[in-house]
């Protein structure tokens, strides 16, 4: 079973997160291009004005699937959007691997990898996960954690997954 991240699933995480937006205090924007969500810019209410909190940009490769997603926060006094990490995606041929990338103010490009997150099929309904994080001392990848997740429903979207952890990214 092939694992892959497509604008269908930005897309359904942008819908599942925009239906709980009154109740959690932020309203979201989507832009896309046909079927491809481009863009998610977060605004965060303020009695009855919305102002600018964060900003998603989304890059797909020539297969349709997630390739980048790269956040922005907006800064007031300058009013700009700053980036912050991009998240990048390299998969294979039984999964994905993950990327985040913090944003160097100094050298203002993206740095290396401060973490890596593989995220492999074993079966039909099997997903190991693990996470690596950048070790300075060692100038290597450290293993931090591992899991396996168990799948029993039939046809469950990995948006439906990922929208409680897109929705705390915000706060």
């Known amino acids: 079973m092939e694992l892959i991240i497509t604008s ?3 897309a359904a995480m942008f819908f599942n997160i925009s239906t709980s937006s009154v109740s959690n205090g932020y309203c979201y924007n989507a832009e896309t291009n046909g079927n491809e969500v481009n863009k998610i810019t977060v605004f965060e209410a303020s009695g009855k004005y919305l102002g600018r909190k964060l900003q998603y940009r989304f890059d797909y ?20 959007w700053e ?58 990848y450290t293993k931090v954690d591992g899991f396996v997740i168990m799948d029993p429903h039939e046809g469950l979207l990995l948006a439906e997954s990922l929208s409680p952890i897109l929705a705390n990214e915000q706060k």
């Open 8 to 10: 269908t699933t930005i």
């Open 61 to 80: 490769d020539a297969l349709g699937r997630l390739a980048n997603k790269e956040a922005q926060r907006w800064n007031n006094l300058t009013e700009q």
């Open 83 to 140: 980036n912050v990490y991009k998240l990048v995606y390299h998969y294979t041929e039984t999964g994905f691997r993950l990327s985040r990338h913090d944003w160097d103010k100094k050298t203002q490009s993206y740095g290396k990898a401060t973490t890596l997150t593989d995220y492999e099929m074993l079966g039909d309904r099997l997903m190991a996960v693990t996470t690596y994080s950048w070790n300075t001392r060692k100038n290597d």
